[in-house]
């Protein structure tokens, strides 16, 4: 695409767009959407995205982690031409997180965490508690905690300066901070909310069940229980509501502040429930969630091979955007979208040349 007509389109800088990869890779491994217009801005070319690999380096790169080899790839957003540049990983890389500052990248290989530090690219820390494959990873909004969830039912709490503090010291085993093996079956997705060390997480789990912790304390506040597998959750910033995607194509949104308080709160297509609205449009699982800043709109990509827009307040799906269909192997698809926040920069000074106030450093295995 010419850049020349992404500057003239981006001259409204839209405060928030969306970031989306599927695993065809026929078009483009990941395309920039206006997320009121729908319109496509900018596409990465090169491989394919494994699952909640797709992340910004301190808003000037863009990674994502292939889900066939074990190699990153990187795309400068700054420049005219988008070339791809390539990272090896010890193996194939299942989840990926990057910190708020960009200065570490946390990748989840096999049952291990790997974290390298970006500007150096030196491989920092690799830690083991999980037992079967680590599939998601989460940051806190200040970068000081991470938390991770995988096959093996577990929702880790690692806190980064406890593990910078003994990196250099490899006869010492790094302790998470936190462990909860509450959910019955692998966890599938996890949300981290503001606050940083006393923030909340909410986990979603093949076992039919969302859980909020609370980071701080460690204790479980409140189990939601669906009659479907949850494959993706997320809550908006104030933490009024939560939205779990389901196996099924439905998105449910529950109220967090339905009375009277409950610690276990149940809820089934069969009977009506005023605390939680569904949102109906999916034909296939929702494989992932997100909303925009204000928590008016909802944005979900599904294993149908679109990625929907839907308003919080109605429930009605405003606009759909699809990917490559034709896939071979249709239960590999695996639409991963974020949301980008304007705050100092608006988007249109991102894609013009300027000067790098850092440099990305190659990941050392």
Same mark, same amino acid.
């Given at each position: 695409m010419d850049f020349k007509r992404i500057e003239f389109k981006t001259m409204s800088s839209p405060d928030e767009i969306i970031i989306s990869s599927d695993a065809s890779g026929q078009l483009w491994n990941s395309c920039l959407w206006d997320l009121q217009s729908g319109t496509s801005l900018l596409t990465f070319k090169g491989g394919t995205s494994a699952p909640r690999t797709l992340d910004?380096?301190?808003?000037?790169?863009?990674?994502?982690?292939?889900?066939?080899?074990? =190699?990153? +790839?990187?795309?400068?957003? @700054?420049?005219?031409?988008?070339?791809?540049?390539?990272?090896? %990983?010890?193996?194939?890389?299942?989840?990926? $997180?990057?910190?708020?500052?960009?200065?570490?990248?946390?990748?989840?290989?096999?049952?291990?965490? +790997?974290?390298?530090?970006? %500007? $150096?690219?030196?491989?920092?820390?690799?830690?083991?508690?999980?037992?079967?494959? =680590?599939?998601?990873? @989460? %940051?806190?909004?200040?970068?000081? $905690?991470?938390?991770?969830?995988?096959?093996?039912?577990?929702?880790?709490?690692?806190s980064l300066g406890v593990i910078l503090a003994e990196c250099g010291n490899f006869?010492?085993?790094?302790?998470?901070? +936190? =462990?909860?093996?509450?959910?019955?079956?692998?966890v599938t997705d996890i949300h981290v909310g503001i606050g940083g060390s006393r923030a909340r997480v909410v986990s979603s789990s093949l076992d039919q069940t969302c859980r909020l912790w609370d980071i701080s304390s460690g204790e479980l506040l409140c189990k939601f229980v669906f009659d479907v597998s949850i494959m993706t959750v997320t809550m908006d910033a104030a933490e009024f509501q939560l939205f779990a995607g389901g196996s099924n194509g439905v998105i449910y949104s529950v109220n967090l502040f339905e009375m009277p308080i409950r610690n276990e709160r149940h809820f089934q297509d069969s009977t009506e429930n005023t605390s939680?609205?569904?949102? @109906?449009?999916?034909?296939?699982?929702?494989?992932?969630?997100?909303?925009?800043?204000?928590? $008016? @709109?909802?944005?979900?990509?599904? +294993?149908?091979n679109t990625v929907k827009v839907w308003d919080v307040y109605s429930g009605q799906c405003i606009k759909t955007l699809s990917?490559?269909?034709?896939? =071979?192997?249709?239960?590999?698809?695996?639409?991963?979208l974020i949301l980008y926040e304007r705050k100092t920069r608006s988007f249109e000074e991102l894609m013009l040349y300027s000067s790098m106030r850092g440099r990305l450093g190659v990941l050392k295995n």
């Open positions: 910004l380096i301190n808003k000037e790169y863009l990674i994502a982690a292939s889900n066939t080899k074990p =190699v990153l +790839h990187i795309w400068p957003l @700054q420049k005219k031409e988008s070339n791809q540049m390539k990272i090896v %990983c010890p193996g194939i890389v299942t989840s990926l $997180t990057v910190t708020p500052d960009g200065s570490y990248c946390i990748a989840g290989i096999a049952e291990k965490i +790997h974290m390298w530090q970006v %500007c $150096t690219g030196s491989l920092l820390a690799v830690l083991s508690r999980h037992y079967q494959t =680590v599939r998601c990873l @989460q %940051c806190t909004d200040d970068g000081s $905690t991470f938390v991770s969830g995988g096959d093996d039912n577990l929702v880790i709490v690692w006869n010492t085993v790094t302790k998470p901070r +936190h =462990v909860w093996s509450s959910h019955s079956l692998p939680s609205v569904k949102f @109906q449009g999916h034909t296939k699982k929702v494989s992932c969630l997100s909303l925009s800043f204000d928590g $008016t @709109q909802l944005v979900s990509g599904s +294993h149908d990917h490559k269909e034709g896939f =071979v192997y249709v239960e590999k698809l695996s639409v991963m």
